[in-house]
């Protein structure tokens, strides 16, 4: 092989082994990091697409809407309990440590971020709220469709 | 009757543009000089019309004319006049009024300030630019018209802008990031003129390098605006969220960076410039990809308007229509480009290669993480969200390789370098780096990791690296002082950028390392202490504003048992929305911000109080700024004469 063609044999040698390193990083750190959205309903009978439910302790995005009455606080600490309802009627209760949102109010729509701690619970660690209908996710509107009688506490 | 000329007007604005982009095309093509010359004439009247436009929509703001329903959706009259004038851009409607106005300033800028060069060459960009501003009109005029009237049951008084948008920073963030996004139009613009003629030389890459630059800037500078706002605004503390938003508008800033490198070697060596060509298409075409995905309401974010299927598909055409055709022409015409310069193995350009390759690897992750989600939902797999941890981690190792090179690169001369001369600068430098970040860490670091280790060093490793590279070039003939004043601008702008990426590096590092947030439950008179500070929560003070109610915690702020500060953070009811705020209080330093945050009233009295402590925050935008100043520093360089020609031209 002369010096040109070995160089060059070189440089996409080493061009297609960083692109299929850096391939497989990316999707190892892609598969690490997906976190599928659930409605109560779909956390209790699986997803609507597939059927398939979630399992304790994957991570896990539920949006719906607070239920009135359900938010309890632990008097000591910042921690916090409610539960989520969809149109379908499904209800799942979420627990959370921390600031809940400015726009968190019951009978919101809201979407939490967490772990699945049994069938119908889940650990957040992250609780997003948003302001009305128009900034709401497309997921939750959905899933809150023909709701409105319950929220009786929006301003 | 003025909205209605405001309408009118820009109406004729797109007409304008509609002539701007045929007539001056036509005279290249008939060979007719005066039509070849309109173009400019044609871009300033279009630019005087929607001007125009844009200031009689600030004047139906500032006099609460409520029965524009625009108006009457994002304004109240309780609202600060500086905020009425900012709402003009405060939704989706007014934003794009901005954004053709800020096309049509650029085009503008180019018509003026291009005044050496060919004027057949200039007729094509400014026939390109038209092509640009009439798409952007009639999105505008057809899908979303601010000058709509509410006639005849207008409100009495309107349904007041957004709370977190009644700030500062939405004053200046949009205009700036837009003036980012609009401005890679001009870059984009000189490159289809350039495969539209078919030549690309050296001369191409140097008129379009200072636009370039200046689009890049705006950019740079907006997006650190953003994140700034996102910081105090948003009440979390946090700086950057990957938000879909900000990944539309990270894109093109990263496309960007890697363009003005890539200009740099085809202005100086003419190699590269075929890859150079396809990433001033891709700036632009990830500007407008970004466009689409903020406007059509198809990504989920806080950034996001309200959606409107016809507004999605508009842009989705248009877009296809840029980039397909955009690409049509590269792939046509590229074959005509031929690269000269050859360069070995170990040398500038392979350096700068080797920063494009690094960009764009980030660049696709940024892509990936953006658009999975949306592929995923369309396929029917569901909706899935992709966590901040994939971005970081990928940031994380793609930063090591890219910081690396960045400080070898302006150590390695143009086309050849021998590798024995490059051994004692880099262990100088490495030297110089190991010690720095030894002494950085044990002052500022209450624990080891190994993250901040990395990060800080790296940051320091650039740093040194980048001065080491000045201190040589400066005394290479001259004494060290009298070196460095002989150093070009394009010099100065290398080196200042580079480091300003190192002071955002180490302060990403700090911050993310050893930021300390405690959400905590206070009541008047408790107190809570950490990293030698101690928080007392004194009162609650009373602080209505103008359009809002307001409850601040007072605290005051001990450092072992001294004095620093008192902090007031309030927690806002905005009066038309019902829409509550924090505005969080900010003890903004050199080495560390403290930032404390209202949460909520629990049932007992006591409130919910966040509190942070955030090592070297200022840093990471510190260091966007100093990236910002050095391209303004660049495009000053005489080689461009822009100044001089900004000095005739006043």
Same mark, same amino acid.
Do not use: M
């Given at each position: 092989m002369n010096p040109r063609r070995k160089k060059r044999l070189l440089i996409t040698s080493s061009l297609v082994v960083g692109l299929s390193l850096a391939i497989g990083l990316v999707l190892f750190a892609l598969q690490q990091n997906i976190d599928l959205f659930y409605t109560p309903t779909e956390i209790i009978e699986?997803?609507? !697409?597939?059927?398939v439910k979630p399992e304790i302790g994957q991570r896990l995005r539920v949006g719906g809407m607070v239920v009135n009455?359900?938010?309890?606080?632990?008097p000591e600490s910042l921690k916090v309990s409610f539960d989520l309802i969809d149109n379908r009627g499904g209800i799942v209760t979420v627990f959370f440590d921390g600031i809940l949102p400015?726009?968190?109010? !019951?009978g919101q729509g809201i979407v939490a971020q967490g772990e699945l701690l049994?069938?119908?619970?889940i650990d957040a660690f992250e609780v997003l709220a948003k302001h009305d209908e128009e900034y709401m996710p497309p997921e939750v509107a959905e899933a809150l469709e023909g709701m409105d009688h319950l929220k009786s506490n929006k301003p | 009757m003025l909205a209605e000329i405001g309408q009118f007007t820009l109406v004729i604005a797109c007409m304008l543009a509609l002539l701007q982009t045929v007539y001056p095309l036509y005279g290249i093509y008939a060979r007719e000089q005066r039509a070849i010359e309109s173009a400019k004439v044609l871009t300033i009247l279009q630019f005087f019309f929607v001007s125009l436009s844009l200031i009689i929509l600030s004047y139906l703001f500032l006099v609460n004319d409520f029965t524009v329903g625009y108006i009457a959706t994002n304004?109240?009259?309780?609202?600060p006049w500086y905020y009425r004038l900012s709402a003009?851009?405060?939704?989706h409607e007014g934003s794009l009024l901005l954004w053709v106005f800020l096309l049509s300033l650029w085009s503008t800028a180019v018509a003026i300030l291009?005044?050496?060069?060919p004027v057949e060459s200039i007729a094509r960009v400014l026939a390109v630019l038209g092509l640009l501003s009439l798409g952007f009109y009639l999105f505008v005029l057809l899908t979303?018209?601010?000058?709509?009237r509410t006639l005849?049951?207008?409100?009495?008084d309107g349904r007041d802008l957004n709370p977190l948008l009644q700030d500062i920073g939405l004053i200046l963030h949009p205009p700036m990031l837009y003036m980012g996004y609009v401005g890679f139009s001009v870059a984009f613009a000189f490159a289809i003129a350039a495969l539209m003629e078919g030549r690309l030389d050296s001369a191409w890459a140097k008129w379009s390098r200072p636009w370039t630059m200046a689009a890049w800037v705006f950019l740079t500078v907006g997006i650190a605006l953003g994140s700034w706002w996102a910081y105090y605004?948003?009440?979390?503390?946090?700086?950057?969220?990957?938000d879909p938003v900000e990944n539309a508008s990270f894109m093109p800033w990263i496309a960007g960076t890697a363009l003005i490198h890539s200009l740099a070697v085809s202005e100086k060596r003419g190699v590269f410039k075929s890859w150079t060509v396809l990433l001033a298409i891709s700036a632009f075409s990830l500007s407008l990809l970004g466009t689409f995905l903020v406007r059509s309401g198809i990504l989920v974010s806080?950034?996001?308007?309200?959606?409107d299927p016809a507004r999605g598909l508009f842009i989705l055409a248009f877009l296809i229509l840029v980039i397909g055709g955009s690409l049509l022409l590269y792939a046509v015409q590229a074959s005509k480009v031929k690269s000269r310069g050859r360069f070995q193995l170990l040398s500038r350009e392979t350096m700068l290669l080797t920063n494009n390759i690094l960009l764009i690897a980030a660049l696709i992750v940024v892509l990936l993480g953006t658009l999975l989600p949306l592929v995923h939902k369309e396929i029917g797999l569901g909706s899935i969200s992709i966590g901040e941890p994939f971005f970081n981690s990928m940031f994380t190792i793609l930063v090591v390789p890219f910081a690396l090179f960045l400080g070898v690169a302006p150590l390695v001369r143009w086309k050849r370098q021998s590798i024995n001369e490059l051994f004692k600068p880099l262990l100088h430098s490495l030297l110089i780096t190991v010690v720095l970040t030894l002494v950085f860490l044990y002052s500022f670091a209450s624990h080891f990791t190994w993250l901040a280790l990395m990060g800080v060093f790296l940051g320091f490793w650039v740093l040194s690296a980048t001065c080491y590279e000045l201190y040589l070039r400066a005394t290479h003939r001259f004494s060290l002082f009298k070196g460095l004043t002989k150093l070009g601008n394009s010099h100065w702008a290398m080196s200042i950028g580079h480091a300003g990426f190192a002071v955002m590096i180490i302060g990403i590092t700090m911050t993310q390392n050893y930021d300390i947030e405690r959400d905590v439950k206070l009541a008047v008179g408790d107190s809570i202490a950490f990293e030698h500070y101690d928080f007392h929560f004194d009162s609650i003070q009373n602080m209505d504003g103008q359009n809002y109610t307001s409850n601040a915690g007072v605290f005051t702020i001990k450092k072992d048992g001294k004095y620093v500060t008192t902090m007031k953070s309030e927690k806002r009811?905005?009066?038309?929305?019902r829409m509550p705020m924090t505005e969080a209080a900010i003890d903004a330093g050199f080495t560390r911000d403290l930032y404390i945050a209202m949460g909520e009233v629990l049932p007992d009295g006591a409130w919910a109080v966040r509190i942070y402590y955030k090592p070297f925050i200022r840093w990471i935008w510190f260091g966007p700024l100093m990236m910002g100043f050095a391209g303004i520093i660049m495009m000053m360089d005489r080689r461009y004469r822009v100044k001089k020609l900004v000095k005739e031209e006043a």
């Open positions: 699986g997803k609507n !697409e597939t059927g009455g359900t938010v309890s606080r632990d400015d726009l968190f109010r !019951e049994t069938a119908t619970q | 304004s109240n009259s309780a609202l003009v851009w405060g939704a291009s005044k050496r060069l979303s018209n601010p000058f709509l005849p049951y207008f409100p009495v605004e948003l009440g979390w503390g946090g700086w950057w969220f990957w806080v950034h996001a308007f309200a959606s009811i905005y009066t038309v929305q």
